[in-house]
């Protein structure tokens, strides 16, 4: 994937009355979109080059995972105020009704961000998005975030020892590389789980019927985090979206599935 | 030097092997307790504080966990109030410490403000008021509130508490997590404007400092062995206490020791060895370590920190499979005659500057009969030798209840 990599550049940004400088990877060329990262934080990977090759991507961090930049989570209290700040953001940054792809975590605050502001988008991909709560499909966050991080990929992943899912979770060699990188990912899990605790549910399922803007959902038909039984509840509770279950994949569509979620995922953002 | 007995309240009866199975905490399954035995075990709790009060201790101490099968004190001043009450009717003068109500788990500061303040009242102003920030799993998991707000939580926490002590008036709150309209709580504690503030930690610098400029007292507990981990985290507060201009008065610290005494050194080890290593490996040892700091709990520096830490690792991490000879080689727990036991303590409290010395007597399946003895005899000929030990550089302890004078007069049944 490396000679399609794309130039990547880090783009600061004043949002929320000057109190938070939000940092942004943009990337690519083409109508905006704007991508929303899961719970560990924001990962370049091959599919984000893949959509800036049809797009300018913008991938913000969430608030206090940027090295250096710890306490800037302290400044967003609510969820509510997370979708202030990105709300705030695309207006800041100037992009005019910019696609949206969030997945997991970033999922979740896509989703709430068109269900709250429905003309912020003008399409929406949400990737095994979080938000929704069923009793008899729970969703192991605790569980997962908790547990011993060996378990980790066996949540992500059908396949935890394909060559994407060992990328995704590689870790630096160098003793000191290796304890900032520990850090700064316990430290990224949990200023994202801090709108997700315990129970990454805040009455999205009560909100989804506003989204307005073609939608599409992709889900793993083995995701072990959330059960593929969310896809169905995203999708009746949005009107006209388009839902994909992915066979033989996980919660990580793209890195257990990369083409077959990428046929998906590209059709609907060309069509 | 004050000397107080600590207990916990663990279930006596965890199945052997049940580490290798089974967490101690959050999921720790029921179906491994016999109701009957329960009763036995929360029972004999109170009853060996209360025991320890009549032998001459100077404080009792509980702490607060939840479901957790080592520490069965989901709230700590329910205990407390039983052994208050008791102490006040024998007209025993024995300080309560809680240590506490975990100000970064509840949802209802208030009621740590109301419940310290009654205890305060009950015991005639004996109380010692903990204000831990609790633990990851307790406050994080059990209690189920972001990580990354628990010590935001803990600062607005504090801040309420105290001033709903003191404040003459009602007042209204408007916190970042809780809002109240009309604060005005009934009692208030006989120790104005509040008891002794105690709290236990790790010792983190952070928290260090915080506990310094407040004039509190930090509480360090013996799980990692003194041995292993005294000197760096000893060594760090009067540090940092010189640089505050704080003076090195040693009541400023309170110290937390697992001991087990017998009549001879061989004696101890028979009796206690097989109950200590039991109760690590069953009790802590069985705390996952990712329990300990779910992600949020600490800051990206105090992680890096302790995953590049050059000091020397403490038991914590260890207690899973940790023998006997580790347990008291490291002096997580310090086992032997009352000569031996004494000398330890003496040898570290000098080296630490501790003031204020808390002993936990019994632990895991110790029965209560072999507690009872490990009391007594603490209490009969280690303690005496421990009273005097700053008494030559004439220190006042300013973090020791101050109403001592009541007891009398409550246990007289209020009669004109």
Request: glycine share 8%.
């Amino acid at each position: 994937m490396a000679a399609g990599a794309a130039a990547v550049r880090d783009e600061t940004v004043e949002v929320w009355d000057s109190r938070l400088r939000l940092h942004v990877k943009i990337a690519g060329d083409g109508p905006p979109l704007m991508f929303f990262h899961p719970l560990a934080g924001l990962a370049w990977q091959p599919l984000l080059d893949r959509l800036a090759r049809r797009h300018t991507v913008y991938a913000p961090e969430h608030p206090g995972t940027s090295p250096g930049d710890p306490q800037a989570i302290r400044e967003v209290q609510t969820f509510w105020e997370l979708l202030l700040v990105y709300q705030e953001l695309i207006g800041t940054l100037g992009l005019d009704r910019p696609a949206a792809l969030g997945q997991s975590f970033g999922g979740m605050v896509a989703a709430d961000l068109a269900a709250t502001f429905p003309r912020l988008f003008a399409r929406l991909v949400l990737l095994s998005p979080l938000g929704l709560w069923r009793d008899d499909a729970p969703i192991p966050l605790m569980e997962m975030v908790a547990g011993p991080p060996a378990e980790v990929p066996k949540y992500l992943y059908a396949h935890p020892e394909s060559e994407a899912a060992r990328a995704a979770q590689a870790l630096p060699s160098d003793p000191g590389q290796l304890a900032k990188a520990i850090a700064q990912t316990t430290w990224n899990v949990g200023c994202t789980t801090k709108f997700a605790w315990p129970i990454a549910d805040h009455g999205l399922g009560r909100r989804l019927h506003r989204v307005q803007v073609p939608t599409l959902i992709v889900w793993g038909r083995q995701d072990a985090l959330a059960p593929a039984a969310y896809a169905k509840e995203f999708g009746s509770r949005i009107a006209g979206s388009r839902v994909e279950v992915i066979d033989d994949c996980g919660h990580a569509v793209q890195a257990d599935q990369p083409e077959r979620s990428w046929t998906a995922i590209s059709g609907f953002l060309a069509g | 030097m004050k000397v107080s007995l600590f207990e916990q309240v663990p279930y006596r009866y965890m199945p052997e092997g049940f580490e290798n199975q089974y967490n101690s905490v959050v999921t720790a399954p029921y179906q491994v307790v016999e109701p009957a035995r329960m009763t036995e075990s929360l029972f004999s709790a109170y009853a060996e504080l209360m025991h320890g009060a009549r032998a001459g201790f100077d404080g009792v101490c509980v702490t607060e966990h939840s479901q957790s099968s080592y520490d069965i004190s989901p709230n700590p001043t329910l205990l407390a109030s039983a052994v208050a009450c008791a102490a006040q009717a024998e007209q025993l003068d024995v300080a309560i410490t809680v240590l506490g109500r975990s100000l970064g788990k509840t949802r209802e500061p208030l009621k740590i403000a109301e419940e310290y303040a009654l205890l305060d009242c009950v015991s005639g102003g004996r109380l010692i008021a903990g204000f831990p920030v609790g633990l990851s799993y307790d406050a994080n998991l059990n209690a189920s509130l972001p990580a990354v707000e628990t010590r935001e939580r803990y600062r607005e926490h504090r801040e309420l508490i105290l001033k709903a002590w003191s404040e003459p008036r009602p007042f209204p709150w408007n916190g970042r997590f809780e809002k109240y309209g009309q604060v005005n709580i009934w009692p208030r504690p006989i120790q104005q404007p509040h008891p002794p503030i105690w709290i236990p930690g790790t010792g983190s610098p952070g928290t260090l400092r915080d506990i310094l400029s407040h004039d509190y007292v930090f509480v360090y507990l013996s799980w990692d062995g003194p041995k292993l981990t005294g000197r760096q985290v000893f060594d760090r507060y009067w540090e940092l206490a010189e640089e505050l201009g704080r003076d090195r008065n040693p009541y400023r610290l309170a110290f937390l020791q697992v001991v087990a005494v017998s009549e001879t050194d061989e004696r101890a080890e028979k009796e206690y060895g097989k109950h200590l290593e039991a109760h690590y490996r069953s009790g802590l040892g069985a705390i996952p370590h990712t329990a300990m700091a779910v992600p949020g709990y600490a800051e990206p520096a105090a992680i890096e920190g302790m995953l590049r830490s050059a000091g020397p690792a403490g038991m914590l991490s260890r207690m899973k499979t940790a023998t006997y000879a580790e347990i008291v080689d490291s002096q997580v727990a310090i086992v032997g005659s009352p000569a031996t036991v004494a000398d330890q303590i003496e040898a570290f409290v000098r080296e630490f500057r501790i003031g204020n010395l808390l002993v936990m007597l019994q632990n895991g399946s110790m029965p209560r009969d072999l507690t009872e003895k490990n009391i007594s005899l603490f209490a009969g000929e280690v303690l005496p030798r421990l009273r005097p030990i700053w008494d030559a550089e004439g220190w006042e302890n300013h973090w020791w209840p101050r109403a001592q004078g009541a007891v009398s007069e409550a246990a007289a049944g209020g009669k004109a």
